[in-house]
C-alpha cells in the first residue's frame, strides 16, 4: 500500500503519486510496478491473484495494460475522441501542451486500442519503461505547473487551471472539482506508447463470459473493433478503418445511439 492520505496536489491525481515515488527510483522502480487507485477492484473487478497471474502468464513485457472501460476503448478511434465526448476542447489543449514540449501532434489522426489505451493509467511498467515515462512527464509537469495562476508572469488563469466538474459513477457516487490536468493526463499515456514501439505492450482481456456480463449485447464486437484499429495502425490499410467504421457503427446500435453525442471532428477516418 502506498499512504496517499496527505493528498497534497489532488488536481494531479494519480501521476502526483507516481512522482512522489520516483523520487526514491531505485527503490519504488526496482521491478515491475504499478499504481491502482482503491478503486482498482470496483472497477476491473478482478482481484490481485488474477493481476499476478496475468503478469506470469507474458514474462518479459515492458508494460500490462488494465484498462476497465473496455467498450469506450473500442468504440472510439482514440482516446481524444472519447475525452471531447466528455471533456469537450480537451484535445486542443493538449495538442499545445505537447507542441510546447518538442511533439506538435495532430491527435485527431491517432488510432488507439487495447495495447494503448489505459484510463485511469492502470498499467504495471518495467523500470526501463518507468524512467522514459517519467521524463516524458516531467516535461509535461513543469510545462503545466508555470502556467498555474500565481506563477511569475502568469496573468488570469490557464486553460489547464480552470476548474471542471469530475463524477465518480461508483456505488459512492461523489463528486469532486478537477481542472482538466488529470483527464490530459491520463490520456498522455497513449502518446507515450506510440512514441516508443520498442517497447512491448499487453493489455488484460476479459474472458468471452466475463466480457458478456460486463457489456451484453457489445461483447463480441469489442474485441473486433480493436482488432480493426490495432491492424490499421500496424499496416495503414484504410480498409481497417472501414472496418471499423462499420464495427462502430454496430456497437452505437447496441448501446441504443449513446455514442452519437461524438464531435464531428472526429467523424472522419484518420488519413483526411
Not at 489543449?93 to 495495447?115: N, Q, R
Not at 522514459?132 to 503545466?144: K, Q
Amino acid at each position: 500500500p502506498w499512504d496517499n492520505r496527505a493528498n497534497l496536489r489532488p488536481e494531479w491525481c494519480e501521476y502526483w503519486v507516481m512522482r512522489q515515488a520516483a523520487e526514491n527510483f531505485e527503490q519504488n522502480f526496482s521491478d515491475l510496478t504499478g499504481f491502482f487507485s482503491w478503486k482498482f477492484g470496483q472497477k476491473m473487478d478482478i482481484d490481485f491473484e488474477r493481476v499476478q497471474g496475468f503478469v506470469h502468464s507474458a514474462p518479459g513485457m515492458d508494460c500490462y495494460i488494465f484498462s476497465h472501460g473496455v467498450s469506450q476503448v473500442a468504440y472510439f478511434l482514440n482516446v481524444w475522441q472519447q475525452g471531447e465526448f466528455w471533456h469537450s476542447g480537451m484535445t486542443a489543449k493538449a495538442e499545445a501542451l505537447l507542441s510546447k514540449i518538442g511533439y506538435p501532434l495532430d491527435l485527431s489522426k491517432s488510432v488507439d486500442y487495447h495495447l494503448t489505451t489505459a484510463y485511469s493509467n492502470y498499467w504495471i511498467g518495467s523500470p526501463r519503461f518507468w524512467r522514459a515515462y517519467l521524463d516524458f512527464m516531467g516535461r509535461v509537469f513543469d510545462e503545466i505547473e508555470a502556467q498555474k495562476p500565481g506563477t511569475e508572469g502568469i496573468d488570469g488563469q490557464s486553460a489547464f487551471w480552470r476548474g471542471l466538474g469530475g463524477r465518480s459513477k461508483g456505488g459512492d457516487r461523489h463528486a469532486q472539482a478537477l481542472p482538466i490536468i488529470p483527464y490530459i493526463v491520463e490520456r498522455l499515456f497513449s502518446v507515450f506508447v506510440r512514441l516508443h514501439p520498442e517497447y512491448r505492450m499487453v493489455a488484460w482481456e476479459y474472458p468471452p463470459d466475463e466480457l458478456k456480463a460486463k457489456t451484453f449485447d457489445k461483447a463480441g464486437l469489442i474485441p473486433l473493433a480493436n482488432w480493426c484499429k490495432m491492424l490499421y495502425s500496424q499496416t495503414g490499410d484504410e480498409k481497417f478503418v472501414h472496418m471499423f467504421r462499420e464495427v462502430q457503427n454496430d456497437l452505437n446500435k447496441a448501446t441504443n445511439g449513446f455514442f452519437t453525442k461524438s464531435t464531428v471532428r472526429f467523424n472522419s477516418p484518420p488519413n483526411q
